[in-house]
């Protein structure tokens, strides 16, 4: 089956870093790539969607100029969560859509950020 | 390997009842999660399992064996919004979602 692989799968960092989040399709070309943060006990809430080569279409209330996404490839996509709060402390989930398939998503395991 | 099943596609009659089956092989194991993902929509939470047994939420229940690795997903009196993808999640010991593929469930009138 269609795999989607995360990493790091946690990360710990101080106020004020960046961090980098990896998205990756590790057995087929994923056109489109979606990036959630689920707090605690709710639901996962869409920040973005990328696609390949363009720009990512952000959702109302998402900083894109705070949560970088590059979509540099079809089997990779980033997440840079630039000068981080504790706030910004969540799991951060993506899932990617093959071509040709546009309702069928996988997703990944998650990473779990926390910002001290 | 870790590995969560469930079943593919499911059909069910408006106003009827339909359970939908989850098993699961993970290491360790820090609860079970279901969403439901309408097309072309991002999931949207419904239930947390983490202790055996059986949470009710109104027309939608979820229950949980963890001795059996199951889960099942309960729905009452099915309304046709109800179409929509069933997906079983359940987080590992390193605390990280192990994800179904879903089930695709079809209401008819």
């Known amino acids: 089956g269609a795999v989607v692989s995360q990493h790091p799968s946690r990360v710990i960092c101080k106020s004020g870093t960046s961090v980098k989040i990896e998205c990756r399709s590790l057995d087929f070309q994923a056109t489109t790539m979606f990036w959630y943060r689920q707090f605690p006990k709710q639901s996962l809430m869409l920040m973005a969607t990328s696609n390949e080569g363009s720009k990512a279409t952000y959702e109302q209330g998402v900083e894109k100029d705070k949560f970088l996404i590059n979509h540099a490839s079809l089997t990779l996509s980033t997440l840079t969560v630039t000068s981080a709060h504790p706030e910004d402390s969540s799991f951060y989930i993506c899932?990617?859509?093959?071509?040709?398939?546009?309702?069928?998503?996988?997703f990944g395991p998650g990473t779990r950020l926390t910002v001290l | 390997g870790q590995n969560i099943d469930q079943p593919t596609e499911m059909t069910a009659t408006e106003g009827a009842i339909v359970q939908i089956n989850c098993t699961y092989q993970t290491s360790g194991f820090n609860g079970l999660f279901w969403y439901q993902q309408h097309a072309g929509e991002a999931p949207t939470f419904l239930s947390y399992n983490v202790l055996d047994g059986l949470e009710e939420k109104g027309r939608f229940s979820s229950f949980l064996s963890r001795s059996k690795g199951y889960s099942y997903l309960l729905l009452k009196e099915l309304q046709m919004k109800d179409s929509a993808s069933y997906l079983c999640a359940v987080m590992d010991s390193n605390y990280q979602l192990i994800w179904g593929a879903g089930t695709k469930l079809i209401i008819k009138p």
């Open positions: 899932s990617a859509t093959p071509g040709g398939a546009p309702d069928t998503q996988y």
